[in-house]
């Protein structure tokens, strides 16, 4: 009986030293390796942890590089205090704005910063967020940053985005639903939606924030085994709110961002991103409406679709081929609309 404790004992301790030395191999990995530039976040589900630097590959092969600064952005160093004369632009969108696809200098929140004088461009590009979590962003960050004008990018998913308590690939999320028509932004997500989409152990939650072992098997091991039942139960968590009630949400959402915005002594403004095949004139959920509700919210709107739709005939397109995001071409035609609108707003804006 003492023999068959001891040797159970040893197996225990073995399966967990290499447990262990995995994680502490893939933590070291992630450190000097493969950098990890995403980190789990209480407030706003995950973001861009501050200065990092890593090369993301593209489908034209390039591997452009990726920083971050103190404040998680995509820019250089940033003073939280203003430079006497110089306005600022905060910049909230999602992996359009984030930008991995093309070198910094490429994206269009560079672009608009080297074309308009005396302008800082903060590009607070987060990949996977909704207007939700660049809402809360405003409120609990960015609004201490003192920018001018605020610009809000929207892209079709995010209507989606919004109402999801989790990103299936990511972490749990601060989401919004309807409570008797009116908005409630639940802050702190149960997270049990977002890890049953990963392997059932115990401490699933402590795992999926601070394990990388966990993280791995979850992603390339359990999901690609499971990708059809996943697949559905990410539909049907999709198809829980109508189109109707997605909509009304972002307007609301939006109106309290507009708030937030003339508190603290700022302009809102917002971009359409249209799809490729919004672009390529096939069938897509319309800008019509986001344009509506945000003319509704006194937010002036731009719609970047004619403009992209007019270049898809050129040699570089403005959209990868399988990847969803914009070339660098992509960017230089939506900067091209952008800075002579942003010279509109910026002069509107001042005193």
């Known amino acids: 009986m003492r ?3 001891l040797r159970s004992a040893l197996v225990t301790l073995s399966t967990c030293g290499g447990v262990l030395a995995l994680e502490v191999g893939l933590q070291l990995y992630a450190r000097f390796i493969e950098v990890k530039v995403m980190a789990a976040d209480d407030s706003f589900g995950w973001v861009h942890r501050p200065g990092q630097e890593k090369r993301y590959p593209n489908e034209h092969g390039a591997k452009p590089h990726f920083r971050t600064n103190e404040y998680g952005h995509r820019n250089a160093s940033l003073a939280k205090e203003r430079t006497p004369g110089r306005k600022r632009i905060l910049v909230l969108g999602d992996s359009f704005t984030e930008a991995v696809q093309v070198e910094e200098a490429e994206s269009f929140p560079a672009l608009l910063e080297r074309a308009l004088p005396n302008v800082e461009v903060l590009n607070s590009g987060v990949g996977g967020w909704g207007t ?16 001018d004008l605020v610009l809000l990018m929207f892209f079709g998913n995010d209507l989606i985005d919004n109402t999801m308590p989790f990103s299936a690939g990511i972490a749990p999320r601060p989401y919004a639903r309807l409570a008797d028509g009116r908005l409630e932004i639940v802050e702190r997500p149960d997270p049990e939606p977002f890890l049953s989409f990963g392997p059932k152990i115990p401490f699933a939650a402590a795992a999926s924030r601070h394990s990388l072992l966990y993280l791995v098997t979850r992603e ?5 085994l499971n990708t059809e039942e996943l697949r559905e139960r990410e539909i049907e968590w999709m198809g829980r709110q109508t189109p109707e009630e997605r909509h009304e949400i972002f307007s609301q959402v939006l109106g309290r961002l ?12 917002v971009a359409l991103i249209p799809s490729r095949d919004a672009a390529m004139g096939r069938p897509d959920a319309p800008l019509e409406l986001i344009e509506a509700l945000s003319l509704q919210h006194a937010a002036p709107c731009l719609s970047l679709l004619e403009p992209l739709r007019r270049s898809m005939e050129a040699k570089e397109g403005p959209y990868f081929a399988r990847d969803i995001h914009w070339t660098a071409r992509g960017h230089a035609v939506a900067a091209e609309v952008l800075i002579p609108w942003m010279r509109e707003r910026l002069a509107a804006a001042s005193p």
């Open 258 to 269: 507009q708030a937030a915005c003339r508190g603290a002594d700022a302009k809102l403004c």
């Open 3 to 5: 023999r068959l404790l």
């Open 132 to 147: 939700v979590q660049q809402l809360l962003y405003f409120e609990q960050i960015g609004r201490e940053l003192e920018p």
């Open 220 to 224: 390339y091991i359990y999901q690609p």
